[in-house]
């Protein structure tokens, strides 16, 4: 392992290889990547690997567009071989009240005028029946819908950067703990492991919900909190349902994969476990099999062939914390995604790059900044679950 680098990321997930890369890409050879484990082993690896257009605040527009035509060509730009398994049958999001209809024409209109190109449509309860006619749409208004959405595999997304990064003089170090947090003088000199120090003047933080652990090592406290959410995934069936479907009021998102699988999950917020703790319930592939049978009964049919856990970084905004911290100098997070930390990873990689080398990303994300909570400057995502 390097005993000194030019930045040292710490976090092996889609966000750390991302920006791993493409601090590399600028020039910046002497990067220094730390995983506690295997790549993508934390919420990356545990997503259930939707992306999506879909968002109602300006920041998030402007970064999911960049982010989904990245990802649409990033076989070809990372000469990954493997590809990424990109499924794009589009994201449908469910309206059961006046109040969410007029949200989600508010959304189309945002998306509309930020990008021309924009495919975000509002559907009528007939023409969600032509595009599924499996869901059953008791109670249902309306929805927002953009075909251009989709599936990506998020182990191959991730191994596509860390490849490429390594390529370009990254090194990548699995099973390897940051244990402290060097400063003198209010700036940073560097990062202590479980395999050695290494001297650096810049740390990145991608540390996803133990974002806040890592941080507090550089004397920074964030406002996140690690939140379980969990999956279920069923037998390969019958093509059902290869878009994504999302119900905000319900809390419900289920997909089927490209292996034919369907996925579900809901988000409880109000009884859900706060903490580290990944541990799997019974309670919940009870829960969510009533919920999403709710919506698609055909499914009662498919046979449970396994669940998971996995951690969202929560803010008090469900909006992330990107950029460097003002209080540290050579500090810089990106951590807080609050559940679409996959989708955003390639942009916010390559926009977080581009602040630590002192160029001036195309997309402004000062919305996002760590002064914010403190500033009581929120800009919370209406489109989340």
Sequence with gaps: MRSTADAVVIGGGIHGCSVAYHLAAR????????????????????????IRHQFGTE???????????????????????????????????????????KQFRHNTDLQRSLDPESLTVILSSDEIRELNPYLDLEGVLGASFNPRDGHVNPWHVTQAYAEAGM?????????TEAVGITLDGGRVTGVRTTRGDIAAPVVVNCAGPHGHLVAAMAGVEVPIVPQRHQILVTEPFEEICPLMVLSFTH????????????????????????????????????????????????????????????????????????????????????????GHGLMLGPIAGKVLAEIVVGESPPIDVSAMRLERFAEGDLCPEPACV
């Design 167 to 175: 390529r370009a003089g990254v090194e990548i170090n699995r099973f």
């Design 251 to 338: 809390g419900t998102y289920f997909k089927q994969t490209p292996h034919g699988s369907l996925l579900m999950g809901y988000g409880d917020p109000e009884h859900e476990v706060i903490g580290l703790n990944q541990d799997g319930t019974w309670d919940f592939v009870e829960e969510v099999a009533r919920r999403v049978t709710f919506h698609l009964p055909i499914a009662a049919e498919a046979r449970v062939v396994r669940q998971w856990a996995g951690l969202y970084d929560m803010t008090p905004d469900s909006q992330p914390i990107l950029g460097g911290a003002a209080c540290v100098e050579g500090f810089y997070l990106d951590i807080g995604w609050s």
């Design 59 to 101: 920041v998030n527009v402007r970064l999911a567009r960049a982010s989904l035509r990245m990802m649409e060509s990033l076989t070809e730009e990372l000469e990954y071989g493997r590809g990424i398994d990109l499924l794009q049958k589009g994201y449908l999001i469910l309206a059961y009240t006046e109040t969410q209809l």
């Design 27 to 50: 020039g910046m050879r002497n990067v220094v990547l730390l995983e506690k484990d295997y790549l993508a082993a934390g919420g990356t690896g545990r997503s259930a690997a939707g």
